[in-house]
């Protein structure tokens, strides 16, 4: 049946005997929904309110004025400290809490998703130079930690470097690799 056979049946219908969406849909084979946007587009019925909404957002002119709006809006601070509020609290709420938990262990289930999420986290674990400068900040150093101090001296020159300063620290660390460097020889020689 073509578009034109399809409008004249729907009109048909839905002027003289006033069938439902459903009955007009059963006889041309169609979905209840197609019959609705096919009576819309010819004019057979009025869109609904949301639909009328939806195509208005649609238009370009429309979307500028929204944007503009939202800028506007979340340059406040008043607004953007509600809003923060309000989302805080929402991500408090325990319910909340389980379905979002919920939705990551399912999001985790696929190795693909599994394999992006943590291929930053496994390149940031490797980066020795990464681990160092979080170690450091989370002490409060604001340097960075040089690659050639030992990972177990790394403790005592955050601590010397925020108590004497990054050049006193590595003369004072590379003195104790010395010092453990003759102690490991010396060791070694003991009959």
Do not use: C
């Not at 049946?9 to 069938?19: I, N």
């Not at 004025?65 to 408090?92: E, I, M, S, T, V």
């Amino acid at each position: 049946m073509s578009d034109d056979a399809r409008v004249a049946h729907l009109r048909r219908r839905l002027g003289v005997e006033r069938a439902t969406l459903a009955e007009v849909g059963a006889e041309l084979g169609l979905s209840r929904d197609a019959v609705w946007r096919l009576a819309v587009k010819h004019g057979v019925a009025r869109p609904s309110r949301i639909e009328a909404l939806r195509r208005a957002n649609a238009r370009p002119d429309t979307q500028a004025r929204k944007r503009a709006h939202l800028h506007r809006l979340h340059a406040d601070p008043d607004y953007a400290a509600r809003r923060d509020a309000r989302l805080l609290a929402f991500n408090q709420r325990p319910a909340t809490r389980a379905r979002l938990a919920e939705a990551m262990r399912a999001r985790m289930r696929d190795p693909a998703f599994r394999a992006r999420a943590l291929a930053p986290l496994d390149r940031l674990r490797r980066d020795p130079q990464a681990q160092r400068r979080r170690w450091a900040g989370l002490n409060g150093l604001k340097a960075d930690v040089p690659l050639w101090v030992p990972r177990d001296l790394v403790p005592d020159f955050i601590d010397l470097a925020l108590a004497f300063g990054e050049e006193e620290a590595a003369s004072r660390v590379r003195r104790l690799k010395r010092d453990a460097g003759t102690q490991r020889v010396a060791s070694q020689h003991l009959p």
